[in-house]
Structures are given as structure tokens and as C-alpha cells.
């Protein structure tokens, strides 16, 4: 094993190269990257985490996080997705890469993780592309077993505002017909909507339904949103340690 | 003016910034005005990983003078600081902690490691 030596937070951190081998557009505005390590080496990494990539503009180097869509178990290339956001300089960059370019990123970074399956009832929730950390949090789930008897339910709900940027939809249904406590609740719906829709559905789940609060939550999406879902979960009851969210 | 002097626990040299809370934002990562946005503004590096969105907790903070000057933290700054090593009762994170008062003398400390940069990231 290679150990990369952590440095201080006062300087800037070790910075790592990946190529990039594959290039993925699962629309014309939602694009996956493919990335390995030189030497063949394994990027190690908890479910959840994001890489953070050092990005040339002009005479300055920015960083942005980039969530690491693959699992972690997988020791092949990790994969990154991402979206086109209007007047993203960043990502218009990383739009640029192709096949053999080199990046440079430092990581993983990230507190919004799973790496072990939960031991209670658990509740995903995500828009877009922000799948992109709760995918490999769910094979994660899906593949260990907490302990004996039936493994506590996991349900997805990911909304999105037309089928193809249902990212991993047949994956995912794939997953639910392996998996008895695994469900999968593809959402479609205007993307001025999505949170409002995302909203109604968590009530009529997780709130409404009955007087469990022991369940626990991933949430992670885009803006302001967020905080509502997990203001809504919060406030109904759920300890606050429980409802995980990211915020992008 | 107001002043933000630097402390770094890896034993880089101190570093004192003296700004115009009025005049931020001075770069573009980080709240406007925040010790992230001030320090990157002056030319001292702080981790930031995830851009300054409050989504990691690279930029963790010891505030050792000026606390209370600080604008105030919220949920989410609090969920994210849970999550950090080393924290004591005046950590905030880097990127949400704005100096508004044009008087405030903010000491703070750069704490030596962060969770993220512990682990082996990389293996065979």
C-alpha cells in the first residue's frame, strides 16, 4: 500500500493526477468521466465522498467538488458525473477533457458518507445528478448485512425533470428486483417542481404515514431545497443525526 | 479597519490581514466577507475542497479571539462542524464565519490536519 502523507491544512493539499480513460454522456447536458490512477493504483474512498479538482481558469487555479459516482469496491476507473450549469466556467472546462487528458485532484473529501448498511429503515433522496454519492451509498447498503433476520428497508425516491436525466434508472430498477428491502421511486416532474414534489412525497412517506421517527435519511440535491427536506424531516420528529443531507 | 491574524499549527509563519469588511467579497469561494473569502483575497492559502459550500469541513477553524464578532453559524455550518476533527466549543468553519464589524480583531488557528487529508487515499 502507498500512503500519501497528509499534509497541513495551512498548505496546499497533495494533489493527485487521473487519467482520463472513458467518457460517458448520459444527455447532452450530463456527462460521466471515467478516471484512473497512474500505476494502476486504487483511489480508496468511503460511499459518498467527492474529489475535489483542481480547475486552470485564466491565471488562477479553483477547486470544485465532483461527487464519486462509482463504488468503491469497484477497482476498475472511478467515475464522476456532472451537469452544464449556465455561466459554469468549471465545468465548461471539464466539459473540454477528453480520452488520455490528465487531472489533477486532491481527496476524497466529504462527511456526507454511508459505508455500512444502516440498521434501521433508511430513506434516499436525491435530484439529478446528485445521485452521483448516493449510488455507490446504496450498493454499499445493499451489500453488507447488518445482522440476522430481514435487513431493514431502503427506499430511493430520485426525481429528475425528464426520463434521461433519470440517471441510472435501469440500474437502480435492476437493484430493486435483487434486492427485497431495496425500492426505487423514479421521479419525473417540472424542474421548478422537483423540491416541491420531492417535499409532498417525504410527507406522505416518512411523516404522514405513521408515528416512526426512527428511521434515518440521506438527502442531497441543489439549493434550497435541501434544507427544506431536511426541515421537514427534523421537525417531525427525526433526531437531527439522523437526517444526513449535502447540500450542493 | 479590521484585522485577522492567522495562526498556523503546522508552524507556518503568522500571518495579519488587515481589511475593509465593506469592500468584500475579495475572491470567490466562500460567503462574502468570510474568513475563507478574506484570507483567499490576501493571498493566504486555506483548504477549501469543496469550493466553499459548507459541504466539507477543510476549512475548520480555531477562533481564539473575536468569537462573538463572528456573524452567526447556522444548522447546516453546525451539522458540517459535528463532523470535524479537533473541534472545540469556538471552531467554525472558514467559509460561513463573515467578519461584518469594520472593528473586529479575529485571532484564529489553522488547526495542523483535517479529517479528510488523515486517510490513506491511495492504494495499490
Same mark, same amino acid.
Given at each position: ?32 468521466? /471515467? ?60 466539459? +473540454? ?7 489533477? /485532484? ?57 426520463? +434521461? ?16 428491502? /431495496?425500492?426505487? +421511486? ?13 417535499? +409532498? ?48 | ?10 508552524? %507556518? ?6 481589511? %475593509? ?7 470567490? %469561494?466562500?460567503?462574502?466577507? *468570510?474568513?475563507? %473569502? ?34 452567526? *453559524? *447556522?444548522?447546516?455550518?453546525? !451539522? ?20 461584518? !464589524?469594520? !472593528? ?21
Amino acid at each position: 500500500m502507498t500512503a500519501e502523507p497528509p499534509p497541513a491544512a495551512g498548505a496546499k493539499g497533495a494533489t493527485l493526477g487521473a487519467r482520463v480513460e472513458k467518457i460517458f454522456d448520459h444527455a447532452s447536458d450530463t456527462r460521466s468521466l /471515467f478516471l484512473s490512477l497512474a500505476g494502476g493504483k486504487h483511489l480508496r474512498f468511503i460511499p459518498g465522498q467527492f474529489i475535489s479538482i483542481l480547475i486552470p481558469l485564466g491565471d488562477e487555479t479553483r477547486s470544485r467538488p465532483y461527487s464519486i459516482a462509482s463504488d468503491p469496491e469497484h477497482r476498475g476507473p472511478f467515475e464522476i458525473c456532472f451537469n452544464r450549469v449556465a455561466g459554469g466556467r468549471g465545468v465548461a472546462w471539464m466539459f +473540454e477533457r477528453r480520452v488520455g487528458d490528465t487531472i489533477d /485532484f486532491s481527496g476524497p473529501f466529504g462527511a456526507f458518507t454511508l459505508d455500512r448498511a444502516p440498521e434501521v429503515e433508511a430513506g434516499f433522496i436525491a435530484e439529478g445528478t446528485a445521485i452521483a454519492p448516493i449510488r455507490p451509498m446504496l450498493k454499499r447498503a445493499l451489500a453488507s448485512s447488518p445482522r440476522e433476520g430481514a435487513p431493514p428497508r431502503i427506499h430511493l425516491i430520485h426525481a429528475a425533470p425528464d426520463r +434521461e436525466h433519470l440517471l441510472y434508472a435501469s440500474e437502480l430498477g435492476e437493484m430493486a428486483k435483487k434486492a427485497s428491502n /431495496f425500492s426505487y +421511486e423514479p421521479v419525473i416532474a417540472p424542474a421548478e417542481k422537483i423540491y416541491d414534489r420531492l417535499f +409532498e412525497l417525504a410527507q406522505a412517506r416518512w411523516v404522514l404515514s405513521d408515528a416512526d421517527r426512527t428511521r434515518q435519511f440521506y438527502i442531497c440535491g441543489v439549493g434550497k431545497g435541501v434544507i427544506r427536506l431536511r426541515d421537514l424531516l427534523r421537525g417531525a420528529g427525526y433526531e437531527r443525526r439522523a437526517v444526513h443531507y449535502e447540500q450542493w | 479597519m479590521a484585522k485577522l491574524r492567522i495562526q498556523f499549527e503546522n508552524g %507556518d509563519p503568522e500571518k495579519i490581514i488587515e481589511f %475593509d469588511p465593506a469592500k468584500a467579497p475579495f475572491h470567490h %469561494d466562500g460567503k462574502p466577507g *468570510s474568513i475563507l %473569502d478574506v484570507m483567499l483575497g490576501h493571498g493566504v492559502h486555506l483548504e477549501h475542497a469543496c469550493g466553499g459550500n459548507c459541504a466539507c469541513t477543510t476549512c475548520h477553524v480555531i477562533v481564539r479571539q473575536g468569537f462573538n464578532k463572528l456573524g452567526e *453559524s *447556522s444548522e447546516q455550518e453546525e !451539522d458540517m462542524l459535528d463532523k470535524a476533527p479537533g473541534l472545540t466549543p469556538t471552531s467554525r468553519l472558514g467559509c460561513q464565519a463573515v467578519i461584518e !464589524d469594520p !472593528d473586529a480583531e479575529i485571532v484564529i488557528t489553522v488547526p495542523r490536519y483535517t479529517i479528510n487529508q488523515v486517510s490513506e487515499a491511495v492504494e495499490e
